[in-house]
């Protein structure tokens, strides 16, 4: 769904950033001086260990047309948070699982690996996908944690309105006979980042090459199809993420706007002018790597 990666298994050559933090845009409230501290170059996961070029598949085609932010495709890491309020059977209000959300969005976004949009179409397809698991899936096994508890149906009402991948043209489908083969084929692990592409009969591509064999792609766009047309969400306007983000808690503004003010003045008064620290302390704040100090 989110096409394809490569995982780099050696980074890929680095160069110094001048912004403060990892954001993975320019911001010029958040540049560096150059009066008394060199940047480093640094890791940043999105820029140098997933690769997401060329574009492939719907989800990374829209974004890219809407500037929307391609860090490592839809997150799978997303699951961390969902999955485990799932087994563990909580009931969680409506609020308090868009606040789950929401923490999985600061973490996986903190560290520059995800984006916003990344993280609510992994909420997205997992709530529909527990949505309908009763109605299709052979394997009764989660049907307990699904009904045990209001988590399931709550994250679908938050991500209902949600368009998770694109406003593109679609394939026609037999919804129910997807839904059958996603709810029932087997899965398989005979391939893995360290083994493509080298692997005679792995199917997921080298960096820069087309999918093999084409019913890889098929299966891609069949899913697509699935996911869009489950509630309508091909006429819901993908990346209009606000859907959301209105419906936290109206503080979560003041915090952000405080946390990000705080950076602003930290940056005025520490890059913009010769720090005003004992000599020692400033030799080991220069001695340090600007990603661990930040």
């Known amino acids: 769904m989110r096409g394809y990666r490569t995982n780099f298994q050696k980074i890929r050559p680095i160069s110094a950033t001048n912004q403060v933090g990892i954001p993975n845009f320019d911001y010029d409230a958040l540049e560096f001086t150059h009066s008394w501290y060199n940047s480093l170059a640094w890791n940043h996961p999105g820029r140098v260990q997933c690769g997401t070029i060329p574009f492939q598949g719907m989800y990374e085609n829209s974004a890219y047309q809407k500037s929307i932010p391609i860090e490592c495709g839809i997150s799978g890491s997303t699951n961390f948070w969902i999955w485990t309020a799932l087994y563990t059977k909580v009931n969680l209000t409506l609020s308090e699982t868009r606040m789950l959300v929401f923490s999985a969005f600061l973490v996986l976004c903190a560290d520059g690996g995800h984006s916003l949009s990344e993280v609510l179409s992994s909420c997205v397809f997992t709530s529909i996908y527990w949505k309908y698991y009763s109605r299709f899936s052979k394997d009764k096994t989660l049907v307990e944690y699904i009904d045990g508890s209001t988590f399931a ?29 996603i709810y029932n084929s087997e899965c398989t692990t005979a391939c893995d980042d360290k083994e493509c592409p080298t692997e005679e009969n792995c199917i997921f591509p080298a960096f820069n090459d ?32 606000t859907i959301f983000l209105d419906q936290l808690p109206k503080n979560i503004d003041d915090i952000s706007n405080n946390a990000l003010h705080t950076v602003i003045d930290y940056t005025k008064e520490f890059c913009g002018k010769e720090p005003k620290l004992l000599p020692q302390s400033l030799k080991i704040i220069k001695s340090i790597s600007r990603a661990d100090y930040y």
């Open 210 to 241: 087309k999918p093999t064999p084409i019913d890889s792609l098929k299966t891609r766009q069949m899913l697509e199809a699935f996911f869009l047309t489950e509630n309508d969400r091909t006429k819901k306007l993908f990346g209009s993420y």
């Open 153 to 181: 149906s709550n994250l679908y009402e938050i991500c209902k309105d949600i368009n998770p991948i694109g406003n593109e043209k679609i394939i026609c489908i037999d919804w129910d006979d997807v839904a059958d083969k």
